[in-house]
T-cell receptor, first 114, second 118 residues
Framework: GQQLNQSPQSMFIQEGEDVSMNCTSS?????WLWYKQEPGEGPVLLIA?????ELTSNGRLTAQFGITRKDSFLNISASIPSDVGIYFC??????????????FGQGTILTVHP | KAGVTQTPRYLIKTRGQQVTLSCSPI?????VSWYQQTPGQGLQFLFE???????NKGNFPGRFSGRQFSNSRSEMNVSTLELGDSALYLC?????????????????FGNGTRLTVT
């Protein structure tokens, strides 16, 4: 089945630094999504990408849908303590047995030191 | 607009028992999906429902089942619980099902039900 490799697994950064994380897949997706999960809560949608090559921003967050449709990255600029959490990438391929299914990366644990 | 609501938030069951989890989607959302989250396996797709019909199912045993009601609310059931079923069960909704014509209808998750099997 499809596998998503998300890196890095964890990051320890100072407040104000920029952060970059990425996901790669063995096969293509039609949609890439980025979620953030905090303790005791479900994943919250940050950015959704629908076209290969698309670059989308949401405040200090910027994400891109790779041109090969097999990868995506998320950048966070000028990190702040509330950016702490686990960031997940997810891919969706429509049609056939993939109907409605999201495939998730393993997550990137982000720690921000004040 | 209220988010996805899951009840109960926490549940403790014994091996061999069965459990039913409930999910109310965002108002107006007609598609509901369920995911299992564990430290070892991460987030795994269980199934998706739309218009009271299961549209897709993940690689889980038949002990895992679900249903959707006419008001779009959904329940999932796990029978003959095993220790390995301990997990956070997440429900998510979207306005339309995951078909190519509705590709820009992303999933929104609830806060989950934490199931512990002893």
């Amino acid at each position: 089945g499809q596998q998503l490799n998300q890196s890095p697994q964890s990051m320890f950064i100072q407040e104000g630094e920029d952060v970059s994380m990425n996901c790669t897949s063995s096969s293509i997706f039609n949609t890439w999504l980025w979620y953030k999960q905090e303790p005791g809560e479900g994943p919250v949608l940050l950015i959704a990408l629908y076209k290969a090559g698309e670059l989308t921003s949401n405040g200090r967050l910027t994400a891109q849908f790779g041109i090969t449709r097999k990868d995506s990255f998320l950048n966070i600029s000028a990190s702040i303590p509330s950016d702490v959490g686990i960031y997940f990438c997810a891919g969706q391929l429509f049609g056939g047995t993939s109907y409605g299914k999201l495939t998730f990366g393993q997550g990137t644990i982000l720690t921000v030191h004040p | 607009k209220a988010g996805v609501t899951q009840t109960p938030r926490y549940l403790i069951k014994t091996r061999g028992q069965q459990v039913t989890l409930s999910c109310s989607p965002i108002s107006g959302h007609r598609s509901v999906s369920w995911y299992q989250q564990t430290p070892g396996q991460g987030l795994q797709f269980l199934f998706e429902y739309f218009s009271e019909t299961q549209r897709n199912k993940g690689n889980f045993p038949g002990r895992f089942s679900g249903r959707q009601f006419s008001n779009s609310r959904s329940e999932m059931n796990v029978s003959t619980l095993e220790l390995g079923d301990s997990a956070l069960y997440l429900c998510a909704s979207r306005s339309r099902p995951g078909t190519p014509s509705s590709y820009n209808s992303p999933l929104h998750f609830g806060n989950g039900t934490r199931l512990t099997v002893t």
